[in-house]
């Protein structure tokens, strides 16, 4: 999933899903099979390597595994799969599978897919994924080759990959499009130009690409008769438009020209009893992410002090905030991870509704005011003031943040909230490089796991951008991870230990899951939607 760095809800929202408009009408579907979409953005690249997210772009890149309903993996360009008793080794037996130039797909492409990615000069966003493959984390840190990560084709329908310890998630992690093959000759063919024109690339998935130049408002996808499966995927084409505003795209839908088109907070208001409407939130939290190595020496003794954050939290809202000024009808939050991400394995209930017993993240005045003033006694400060850092882009920033700093400052005396809003590059630039003191930020889920949330905080994770170093935390991370990797129950009770040792440190302030509404036309039949890692999966859609 694309990782969205100091954003509020809607950007977040509408920056990675897709809706629905196109040249075509919606009423001539039926006999073409053609669903018209819109993207509120342009896509950046279409490398499995170095994208930054597979929202959609997982319909044309196929790996061993796809997501399926409820985000259940099933076998795509694999179709057997064994694994060793310790959860180390996994070999994959590969379908008679064939590229969308009609090549077929062997063991080797995905091995060559895998070096490509780990290597340091490719600079992927993801390659950390990789780091639990044998010498991958020593391979993305370049003091090993490429060659010796630790996957190989025993022979050209066989790839065996080797783990430093077992992954419980493993099959899940085998959907994303990040683990998927390439085509070596393809790379080198195009050099620089590879993945940056739709024409300059070989798909594995159901649909191939077309139309798109690397800079354009307008793309499509087209049928992949090469894919293994193609007999099973009803619809011929998907044109996508770049449509930014939300307006716009309700009055698009409401013309007969979008099929699915996703809701604004405003818009909700007036279709929250539609009968087309469709919740297809992501896995999303947005926090307060703190800065613990503050490069202002003031300011990091401030917010390195326990009591100053616990006081931050409890003078928070939360309710009032998401529900009556965001417009999300969600349940409390109870920790950094969201409902609707994970279930545990032996009683099936929702991680989210497991962790977080502490009342950490609850609303209480008075509480809030007694740690705040223990806090100023500790540091020897009689006031504070810390600076709120948030993208523009958003309508709804300005109230999210307005919101926060006049709940801070008036339930704790002696607080100041400055607000910086800017614009989405400048802050993530700012927070990836440390140059703030809180960061209003949102987080989504790469797949169907609590560690792809509980992984950010812990110590030296690339994403971990505020510097937070809990030592308890870390250790409990590790035990799930390490020594109870292999065994579900007693990893999943280790997660909970550790969001919840989160929400006592309160390393992250978690405010709301983020919810998206969207309308699509009762037309419209089979789309799955998962709430970690490839979004949508249209493989099985068609047009009524």
């Avoid at 035990?479 to 009770?493: L, T």
């Amino acid at each position: 999933m694309k990782k969205l760095l100091a954003t509020s809800a809607l950007t977040v929202l509408m920056g990675i899903t897709l809706a629905a408009c196109g040249n075509n009408t919606a009423n001539n579907d039926a006999k073409t099979q053609t669903l018209n979409l819109a993207a509120t953005s342009q896509l950046d690249t279409v490398d499995i390597s170095k994208a930054g997210g597979y929202g959609s772009t997982g319909n044309a890149f196929s790996s061993f595994y796809k997501l399926g309903e409820n985000g259940k993996p099933g076998l795509d360009l694999a179709d057997k799969a064994t694994t060793s008793k310790d959860g180390k080794t996994w070999t994959f037996h590969l379908r008679d599978a064939k590229w969308s130039n009609g090549k077929t797909i062997t063991a080797q492409d995905f091995v060559y897919s895998w070096r490509r990615t780990v290597d340091p000069s490719t600079k992927a966003q993801y390659s950390y994924l990789f780091n639990s493959v044998v010498n991958g984390e020593a391979i993305n840190l370049g003091k090993m080759s490429p060659d010796k990560l630790g996957i190989e084709a025993v022979n050209s329908r066989t790839v065996r990959i080797h783990l430093t310890k077992p992954i419980a998630y493993f099959k899940t992690l085998m959907a994303y499009p990040l683990f998927g093959p390439q085509d070596e000759a393809t790379v080198k063919k195009y050099g620089d130009k590879y993945g940056t024109n739709a024409k300059y690339m070989v798909y594995s998935g159901p649909f191939k690409i077309e139309g798109w130049n690397g800079t354009n408002d307008k793309w499509s996808y087209l049928k992949n008769k090469d894919y293994w499966d193609a007999k099973e995927v009803k619809l011929n084409r998907v044109n996508y438009t770049v449509v930014a505003n939300p307006t716009t795209s309700l009055n698009l839908y409401n013309q007969g020209k979008i099929d699915v088109t996703a809701l604004s907070t405003e818009q909700l208001k007036n279709y929250k009893d539609n009968k087309d409407m469709k919740d297809y939130s992501y896995a999303m939290t947005t926090f307060l992410r703190y800065n613990f190595n503050d490069p202002n020496a003031t300011n990091r003794r401030i917010i390195n002090n326990l009591n100053i954050r616990k006081a931050i939290s409890l003078a928070i809202d939360r309710d009032q905030l998401s529900q009556n000024l965001l417009g999300f009808k969600t349940k409390k939050i109870t920790g950094f991870v969201p409902f609707g991400l994970a279930n545990d394995p032996k009683t099936g209930k929702d991680f989210a509704s497991q962790q977080g017993q502490d009342n950490a993240l609850q609303y209480n005045k008075k509480l809030a005011k007694q740690y705040f003033e223990k806090g100023l006694k500790e540091l020897g400060l009689k006031k504070i003031s810390l600076t709120l850092l948030a993208q523009n882009e958003d309508a709804n920033t300005p109230v999210a943040t307005q919101f926060l700093k006049s709940q801070l400052e008036s339930i704790l005396p002696g607080f100041a909230l400055n607000l910086s809003n800017l614009p989405g590059k400048i802050v993530s630039t700012n927070t990836q490089n440390g140059n703030f003191d809180i960061a209003l930020s949102t987080w989504g889920g790469d797949f169907k796991d609590p560690i792809t949330f509980l992984q950010i905080p812990q110590k030296n994770t690339p994403y971990n951008f505020g510097k937070y170093d809990g030592t308890k935390y870390n250790q409990l991370i590790n035990k799930a991870e390490d020594v109870d990797a292999n065994n579900a129950e007693k990893r999943w009770q280790d997660l909970l230990a550790a969001s919840n040792e989160l929400n006592n440190d309160q390393g992250i302030s978690p405010l709301y899951q983020v919810h998206a509404y969207y309308l699509q036309r009762s037309s419209i039949k089979d789309i799955i939607h998962n709430s970690a890692g490839p979004q949508w999966n249209y493989t099985r859609t068609y047009v009524k």
